[in-house]
């Protein structure tokens, strides 16, 4: 079977074009998911073709229409920011090729499997984890057996009516090892700047805003094994841009004995490895993982979201202000502070005005005192969450809010998050920029938010006045 892996960017409209955004603007790594999908197809004896549109910076098909129309099954990654992407790209392969078999899947795929298949012409939906049931999906259409048979099948049937499948355990951490890795040899050189890779999948926790799939789960490889692939993958940093590899775990140091022992391997081996990550303030607390992190942390991120310890609970990240302090300052101690982004959310559902620079001035002081990075972000409705999910609930939010480009800039859905005055809001954007001027530079990042920006300018210099009052004083009315 002639298979087609589409990898759709996050993009968005800006200044009338159509243009990649976010992480996909700077293309920091290629999609992992596509590329070990496409070598556990080729395991099962299948022609795949991945059609990169992340490294082409377009969500544009036609030169890829030959390719297309000799498919025998074609398969969009979807993830909720890049879903107007995705849906353009079932759009175009359904004017190339009327009757294949289009598959999805993702975590938006994974949430809102029914809507898609009943709003989109896509034919399946792969829930959650695809490394099997989406090889065994293709087997079985190639010899024309039963879908009934395959795990995590949503199908759209002949009649409309949409069928799900029974869902699968989720893979054992044995399981895990017996992947193959993706094969990057494919990829377009000197594009990206990293390699992405996978030593674990999970996070143990379920913090109230985050989005990412497999939480209150996690499952690790074996230090050994992980260490023999990335030094498999070294082989394939001429590739990128500047020869980093980026470990994608959600939290990666969720062990930190077993982090300290991969790291313990990447010296024993002598790997010059320059590794990305993400991890939590808690386990910085760790003076010999800190140590043994030191020759291999590139860049590395630590999820501190709030600068008041009311909000940390609420939030459900397991630490407090005086924990994320001490971090810093072990970091420091160390002299890898200027490699951490300790990332931090501002406007959340429940937060006012005081809450919010409250987390700005504690992030500030961390930056002024111990030298980290700060990024400070507004909090943004993503599915997934357990906070979108209580909207969804309420149905002051849906999944259709998603399907079209420009909800990045949506007043709607913004104040449906974000409690704050559109006023209050340029206040604190005043207060960030003048922290921001006083800041080494880049060591402060944040921007206003795109719907204030374009629906609430700021009038904070000009006198107050309404539609309403100017009439009045023109007519002579009181």
Same mark, same amino acid.
């Given at each position: ?76 990654? %979807?993830?909720?920011?890049?879903? /107007? ?5 079932? !759009? ?20 809102? !499997? ?25 087997? %079985? ?14 199908? *759209? ?60 789960? =996690? ?97 459900? *990240? ?6 994320? %302090? ?14 951490? !982004? ?35 972000? =507004? ?8 906070? =979108?999910?209580?909207?969804?609930? *309420? ?44 800041? /080494? ?7 206003? /938010? ?22 009045? !004083? ?5």
């Amino acid at each position: 079977m002639r298979i087609i892996l589409i990898a759709p960017p996050l993009m968005d409209y800006h200044e009338g074009l159509l243009t990649p955004i976010a992480m996909d603007a700077v293309k920091s790594c290629p999609p992992y998911g596509i590329y070990l999908l496409a070598t556990i197809l080729r395991r099962h004896g299948h022609e795949v073709i991945i059609i990169d549109l992340i490294a082409q910076g377009s969500n544009e098909l036609s030169h890829h229409a030959g390719l297309i129309m000799s498919s025998h099954l074609v398969g969009i990654g %979807t993830t909720s920011l890049a879903w /107007p992407t995705a849906r353009t790209c079932i !759009d175009q392969v359904r004017r190339f090729h009327p009757r294949v078999p289009i598959v999805l899947g993702g975590i938006h795929a994974t949430l809102f !499997d029914t809507y898609l298949l009943a709003t989109t012409s896509a034919d399946y939906c792969i829930r959650g984890e695809g490394d099997v049931a989406f090889p065994r999906l293709c087997d %079985t259409l190639e010899r024309g057996g039963d879908l009934s048979q395959v795990s995590n099948l949503t199908v *759209k049937g002949g009649d409309g009516k949409i069928h799900r499948t029974r869902t699968a355990p989720l893979l054992s951490e044995a399981e895990m090892a017996s992947l193959p890795m993706p094969d990057y040899g494919c990829i377009h050189p000197g594009i990206y700047p990293s390699l992405g890779i996978e030593s674990s999948r999970g996070c143990p926790f379920d913090c109230i805003f985050c989005s990412t799939a497999h939480r209150k789960t =996690w499952r690790g490889l074996p230090a050994e094994e992980f260490v023999r692939r990335v030094e498999i993958m070294m082989g394939f940093l001429h590739l990128t841009t500047q020869g980093i590899i980026q470990i994608i775990d959600d939290e990666f140091s969720v062990k930190k004995e077993r982090a300290i022992e991969i790291f313990r391997g990447f010296r024993e081996k002598g790997l010059q490895v320059q590794a990305i990550f993400s991890s939590r303030a808690n386990d910085m607390l760790d003076a010999t993982f800190v140590e043994s992190a030191l020759p291999f942390a590139h860049q590395f991120l630590v999820g501190a979201e709030c600068g008041y310890n009311e909000g940390l609970k609420k939030a459900g *990240k397991g630490t407090t202000t005086e924990n994320i %302090t001490r971090a810093a300052a072990l970091l420091n101690e160390y002299g890898i502070a200027g490699r951490a !982004d300790f990332s931090f959310i501002i406007g959340l559902p429940w937060e006012t005005r005081d809450e919010v620079m409250q987390t700005i001035d504690f992030a500030a002081g961390l930056q002024e005192t111990y030298g980290i990075r700060i990024l400070i972000q =507004w909090y943004c409705q993503i599915p997934g969450s357990r906070l =979108w999910d209580e909207q969804r609930r *309420k149905e002051v939010l849906h999944e259709a809010l998603y399907d079209d480009f420009g909800f990045f800039g949506s007043n709607y859905l913004f104040r449906s998050g974000v409690a704050l005055a559109p006023s209050e809001v340029h206040e604190v954007t005043r207060h960030l920029q003048a922290i921001q001027a006083q800041a /080494p530079p880049d060591m402060v990042q944040s921007c206003t /938010p795109e719907p204030i920006l374009k629906y609430y300018p700021d009038m904070a210099h000009n006198p107050e006045a309404s539609g309403l009052s100017n009439l009045r !004083d023109t007519s002579g009315a009181t």
